[in-house]
């Protein structure tokens, strides 16, 4: 795992020098929706394979190419437990801090990818059981972004979260998933 994370890293910032993007507008943000394929088995068996994942994001860029990101995502399902068939429902709470790379392709497209870490703040509640916690992990994303006019685009994008927690019963649980989604981009 650590060597497929180091790979990740190092093709991400060899891409860096590959291209470099127009940053006339220092600051950016991003409002996205994704599908989360969630990464654990019990979540996936209580609240189904995949969960709308909406998100925020607020880039600041720090030189020609390079950018600083904050975002805030929310994943909430409701569902029924396996064999029980107790309903259950599950909030988590995403905060992400983490840095990219980004620059032209053709005339109107262009690519970012991006690395950084996320807090991930979860509380499942079954029959009258109270779950929370939190745990923080890492994220990889990647994706285009089609100019619209010279202050919005249009973003498509893929990407991976991976944490992991152990309840206060010892229950091993992952956080995160792979995410395909697609947004609306706007500079000031």
């Known amino acids: 795992m650590k060597k ?11 891409a860096g020098g590959a291209a470099a993007q127009d ?38 860029a720090l030189s020609k190419g390079f950018f600083l990101y904050a975002g805030y995502g929310l994943l909430a399902a409701s569902g029924t437990t396996p064999g029980l068939e107790v309903d259950a429902s599950s909030t988590q709470h995403v905060f992400s801090l983490g840095g990219g790379i980004g ?18 703040a ?27 006019t010279p202050k919005i685009s249009a973003q ?5 979260l991976a944490a992991s927690d152990t309840t206060d019963d010892d229950v091993s649980i992952k956080l995160g998933g792979f995410r395909l989604g697609a947004g609306v981009g706007y500079k000031f």
């Open 4 to 14: 497929a994370i180091a790979l990740i890293a190092l093709a991400v910032l060899l």
């Open 23 to 60: 940053q006339t507008s220092k600051l950016s943000v991003v409002v996205s929706g994704s599908l989360l394929f969630p990464s654990d088995s019990n979540y996936r068996d209580t609240y189904g394979s995949a969960r709308f994942y909406p998100e925020i994001r607020v880039a600041y």
């Open 103 to 120: 620059g032209p392709l053709t005339g109107k497209l262009s690519y970012k990818a991006g690395l950084g870490l996320f807090l991930d």
């Open 122 to 148: 979860y509380k499942e509640k079954a029959m009258d059981i109270e779950v929370t916690g939190s745990a923080i992990g890492f994220r990889v994303d990647a994706g285009l972004c089609y100019s619209l």
């Open 156 to 160: 498509v994008g893929l990407g991976y």
